[in-house]
């Protein structure tokens, strides 16, 4: 699933920018503007505003000035060159005849600059008493680098320029000044860049030594940083109108530099002022048509995330409350002195926000099996305990996790085991558990939550907790694990909250060797694609309601479950109907499993329409058999000895049928969907048995 949201993200990002981020878009936009009337924006007067802009010698930052300039406004630009900014205020002066437009000498990815350009704008407004008039800052000034590069200050310069020093720095140093100016507003510019990923653990925003860089995603990094910084100041603020903004896909210099001959995909291009107009209008705009915390494009807010099936937020980029806290903390650290935080404060921070599971879906079938215990803050059942082990097992009938739980009191004291009974609560996520407990012979009907926190990308180790940090258990699939690999998952449990103080080690000691697992398979339908099975073939639908289609696709499909001829196993899985169905998700990954040729001929529509029939072969192997109608012509021919299943399958649909229970089960059972080894031991061993 995250190569998924990597790929929806990155895709359907290009697609909306081909709409809305070209000049086409801009003049569909201004186009539509315009037919209601003038633009408010040629009758704006800014006289006696006061302006800082950064980066603002040229492209829209220099369009930008020149904008509040020409409406009256005193302009501060912020140039790193002195003779690039004096040629440029120069211009910007002869153009508007507005002699108040002044330049101020700073880098901006330099936290010693970036203070020292401060005090110069406080002592050039010194007539203005204590606190300098501000009424509008442009966060403006960005790089984008191919190679790694470390500021004199030994800051990687793209996060220094952008975000920490260019955004957060600069933005907290005015906001007493923007606080006590009515109609103030911070507009800092980011780009659509964002959309491609969520903000990253923090030594992958800085690119601490050891990690690997790409220019790009540092950029897109800084930029998702600074559209989560300005909710935070938004939230922190709301006496300041805080928004984030990007200016399509502009023809300005940095665009040349960073892109070069590849910028011919992003054509045809703004020019500066187009992709600058938006942004001038956020800094002229009345302060109460603004959406502090909002993300503009073309005086427009925009979704923020999409990353999800057909254009939707996805969770794939989004961050969690505590992530953000950690990120606001560090860039509160590194913006003044300190270039670390210890794990007992990111721990004290992520304790403010709630826990939540992880945003990443787990495969249920990957999850379930054996793990063992190999640190916890225990529950009283469990507190001091040894050989600690969690077993799941899919019970696809009952559409449930059956959870047993097994440790000893000492390693001499007998084996003590705890049945629980839990239900998946959050879809097709998986991450988030109601569990019941088995006590006296009876399931209590609790549901007690139970958060995967992290799960490993190979399902070799994971945490999950409570909600409220009451417990934590740290597993993995082998009772110990190398001591760099146990200190990176309590790093991970820290940082989402819990005291590592209160974390203890789980000793495992079995003697000669550890008990066998028992050979614990993993739930239909997400068996391992190209591993043999044990079993029948699996006949499959995947399908959503209400759906005439789907429910007469699910008719056939029980016929075969109760037909004599045993030549299938059953499974389905029902999705809500809609444009924005997981459902089309759901196919999509699927068809990723079919051989070349089959995906080939079903890639031409985006999901399928429902219901979808594939068959999962012994071999591995998968088989799609289409729609509604391949699959009854299908079940014509395989089934033609059983007449419930020819009568079901020559029914036509019918739309009274749409709202039909799609709930009987299939009869797959979890032995049906064990991959094996199909070594030649393992075939003798079966054949013996």
Same mark, same amino acid.
């Given at each position: 699933?995250?190569?998924?949201?990597?790929?929806?993200?990155?895709?359907?990002?290009?697609?909306?920018?081909?709409?809305?981020?070209?000049?086409?878009?801009?003049?569909?936009?201004?186009?539509?503007?315009?037919?209601?009337?003038?633009?408010?924006?040629?009758?704006?007067?800014?006289?006696?505003?006061?302006?800082?802009?950064?980066?603002?010698?040229?492209?829209?930052?220099?369009?930008?000035?020149?904008?509040?300039?020409?409406?009256?406004?005193?302009?501060?630009?912020?140039?790193?060159?002195?003779?690039?900014?004096?040629?440029?205020?120069?211009?910007?002066?002869?153009?508007?005849?507005?002699?108040?437009?002044?330049?101020?000498?700073?880098?901006?990815?330099?936290?010693?600059?970036?203070?020292?350009?401060?005090?110069?704008?406080?002592?050039?407004?010194?007539?203005?008493?204590?606190?300098?008039?501000?009424?509008?800052?442009?966060?403006?000034?960005?790089?984008?680098?191919?190679?790694?590069?470390?500021?004199?200050?030994?800051?990687?310069?793209?996060?220094?320029?952008?975000?920490?020093?260019?955004?957060?720095?600069?933005?907290?140093?005015?906001?007493?000044?923007?606080?006590?100016?009515?109609?103030?507003?911070?507009?800092?510019?980011?780009?659509?860049?964002?959309?491609?990923?969520?903000?990253?653990?923090?030594?992958?925003?800085?690119?601490?030594?050891?990690?690997?860089?790409?220019?790009?995603?540092?950029?897109?990094?800084?930029?998702?940083?600074?559209?989560?910084?300005?909710?935070?100041?938004?939230?922190?603020?709301?006496?300041?109108?805080?928004?984030?903004?990007?200016?399509?896909?502009?023809?300005?210099?940095?665009?040349?530099?960073?892109?070069?001959?590849?910028?011919?995909?992003?054509?045809?291009?703004?020019?500066?002022?187009?992709?600058?107009?938006?942004?001038?209008?956020?800094?002229?705009?009345?302060?109460?048509?603004?959406?502090?915390?909002?993300? *503009?494009?073309?005086?427009?807010?925009?979704?923020?995330?999409?990353?999800?099936?057909?254009?939707?937020?996805?969770?794939?980029?989004?961050?969690?409350?505590?992530?953000?806290?950690?990120?606001?903390?560090?860039?509160?650290?590194?913006?003044?002195?300190?270039?670390?935080?210890?794990?007992?404060?990111?721990?004290?921070?992520?304790?403010?926000?709630?826990?939540?599971?992880?945003?990443?879906?787990?495969?249920?079938?990957?999850?379930?099996?054996?793990?063992?215990?190999?640190?916890?803050?225990?529950?009283?059942?469990?507190?001091?305990?040894?050989?600690?082990?969690?077993?799941?097992?899919?019970?696809?009938?009952?559409?449930?996790?059956?959870?047993?739980?097994?440790?000893?009191?000492?390693?001499?004291?007998?084996?003590?085991?705890?049945?629980?009974?839990? *239900?998946?609560?959050?879809?097709?996520?998986?991450?988030?558990?109601?569990?019941?407990?088995?006590?006296?012979?009876?399931?209590?009907?609790?549901?007690?939550?139970?958060?995967?926190?992290?799960?490993?990308?190979?399902?070799?180790?994971?945490?999950?907790?409570?909600?409220?940090?009451?417990?934590?258990?740290?597993?993995?699939?082998?009772?110990?694990?190398?001591?760099?690999?146990?200190?990176?998952?309590?790093?991970?449990?820290?940082?989402?909250? *819990?005291?590592?103080?209160?974390?203890?080690?789980?000793?495992?000691?079995?003697?000669?060797?550890?008990?066998?697992?028992?050979?614990?398979?993993?739930?239909?339908?997400?068996?391992?694609?190209?591993?043999?099975? *044990?079993?029948?073939?699996?006949?499959?639908?995947?399908?959503?309601?209400?759906?005439?289609?789907?429910?007469?696709?699910?008719?056939?499909?029980?016929?075969?479950?109760?037909?004599?001829?045993?030549?299938?196993?059953?499974?389905?899985?029902?999705?809500?109907?809609?444009?924005?169905?997981?459902?089309?998700?759901?196919?999509?990954?699927?068809?990723?499993?079919?051989?070349?040729?089959?995906?080939?001929?079903?890639?031409?529509?985006?999901?399928?329409?429902?219901?979808?029939?594939?068959?999962?072969?012994?071999?591995?192997?998968?088989?799609?058999?289409?729609?509604?109608?391949?699959?009854?012509?299908?079940?014509?021919?395989?089934?033609?000895?059983?007449?419930?299943?020819?009568?079901?399958?020559?029914?036509?649909?019918?739309?009274?049928?749409?709202?039909?229970?799609?709930?009987?089960?299939?009869?797959?059972?979890?032995?049906?969907?064990?991959?094996?080894?199909?070594?030649?031991?393992?075939?003798?061993?079966?054949?013996?048995?």
């Amino acid at each position: 699933m995250g190569a998924f949201g990597q790929f929806a993200a990155t895709s359907q990002f290009y697609l909306y920018g081909r709409k809305h981020c070209t000049q086409t878009g801009y003049n569909r936009v201004r186009q539509k503007l315009l037919q209601a009337g003038p633009d408010p924006l040629d009758a704006v007067d800014l006289s006696g505003r006061v302006a800082m802009v950064t980066g603002a010698n040229s492209g829209c930052g220099f369009e930008i000035a020149s904008f509040l300039a020409r409406k009256g406004a005193a302009v501060y630009m912020v140039c790193r060159s002195a003779k690039r900014g004096e040629e440029a205020r120069q211009k910007i002066v002869a153009d508007s005849g507005n002699e108040a437009v002044r330049v101020l000498m700073c880098d901006c990815s330099l936290e010693a600059d970036t203070r020292a350009m401060w005090s110069a704008f406080c002592a050039a407004r010194a007539d203005d008493g204590a606190t300098p008039r501000l009424d509008v800052l442009v966060c403006n000034a960005g790089v984008l680098l191919n190679e790694r590069t470390l500021t004199s200050e030994g800051v990687e310069t793209t996060l220094a320029c952008h975000l920490l020093f260019g955004t957060y720095l600069l933005g907290t140093l005015a906001m007493p000044s923007l606080e006590a100016t009515a109609g103030a507003r911070v507009v800092v510019v980011s780009s659509g860049g964002m959309y491609n990923t969520k903000f990253p653990e923090w030594a992958d925003a800085t690119a601490a030594e050891g990690v690997a860089y790409n220019g790009n995603l540092a950029y897109a990094y800084a930029k998702r940083g600074q559209v989560l910084l300005c909710e935070r100041w938004a939230a922190a603020h709301p006496t300041v109108k805080c928004v984030s903004c990007h200016p399509g896909w502009s023809n300005t210099p940095a665009v040349d530099e960073a892109y070069g001959e590849m910028k011919k995909y992003l054509e045809p291009l703004r020019t500066p002022w187009e992709g600058a107009e938006g942004i001038a209008w956020l800094c002229a705009a009345d302060a109460g048509v603004l959406q502090s915390g909002g993300f *503009y494009l073309d005086r427009k807010a925009e979704t923020k995330h999409i990353a999800g099936p057909f254009f939707t937020e996805g969770s794939y980029t989004k961050n969690s409350p505590a992530e953000v806290e950690v990120m606001m903390a560090n860039l509160h650290a590194w913006a003044n002195g300190a270039r670390a935080l210890t794990g007992p404060q990111v721990s004290g921070l992520a304790r403010r926000a709630p826990l939540r599971e992880q945003d990443a879906p787990i495969e249920l079938s990957r999850f379930m099996g054996r793990w063992y215990v190999v640190a916890a803050i225990p529950t009283f059942v469990d507190r001091g305990a040894v050989n600690s082990i969690e077993d799941y097992v899919w019970n696809g009938r009952r559409q449930r996790i059956d959870v047993n739980f097994s440790m000893r009191a000492s390693l001499d004291a007998p084996l003590r085991e705890y049945a629980q009974h839990a *239900y998946v609560a959050n879809g097709a996520s998986g991450t988030r558990w109601s569990l019941n407990p088995k006590a006296g012979g009876v399931y209590l009907p609790l549901g007690l939550s139970y958060l995967v926190v992290h799960c490993a990308d190979d399902y070799s180790s994971c945490i999950v907790g409570g909600p409220d940090r009451s417990f934590v258990y740290v597993m993995a699939r082998t009772p110990g694990l190398p001591q760099p690999t146990l200190d990176a998952l309590l790093d991970r449990a820290e940082a989402a909250g *819990y005291e590592r103080a209160k974390i203890e080690r789980v000793v495992h000691n079995y003697g000669a060797a550890p008990p066998p697992a028992e050979p614990l398979p993993p739930p239909a339908p997400r068996t391992v694609a190209g591993e043999p099975l *044990y079993g029948l073939p699996r006949l499959c639908i995947a399908t959503m309601s209400p759906s005439h289609h789907g429910a007469r696709a699910k008719a056939v499909l029980d016929a075969i479950s109760d037909s004599g001829v045993r030549a299938h196993e059953t499974w389905c899985v029902v999705f809500p109907r809609g444009a924005k169905s997981p459902y089309y998700g759901y196919v999509e990954a699927l068809k990723a499993e079919l051989p070349s040729e089959q995906a080939k001929a079903f890639a031409g529509r985006h999901g399928w329409s429902a219901p979808f029939v594939w068959i999962e072969m012994p071999d591995g192997s998968r088989h799609a058999l289409g729609g509604r109608d391949d699959f009854c012509a299908w079940a014509l021919d395989a089934y033609a000895a059983d007449t419930t299943v020819v009568q079901a399958a020559g029914t036509l649909p019918r739309t009274a049928e749409a709202f039909a229970s799609m709930a009987k089960p299939g009869t797959a059972t979890a032995a049906a969907s064990w991959a094996v080894d199909a070594t030649p031991e393992t075939a003798q061993a079966t054949a013996e048995e």
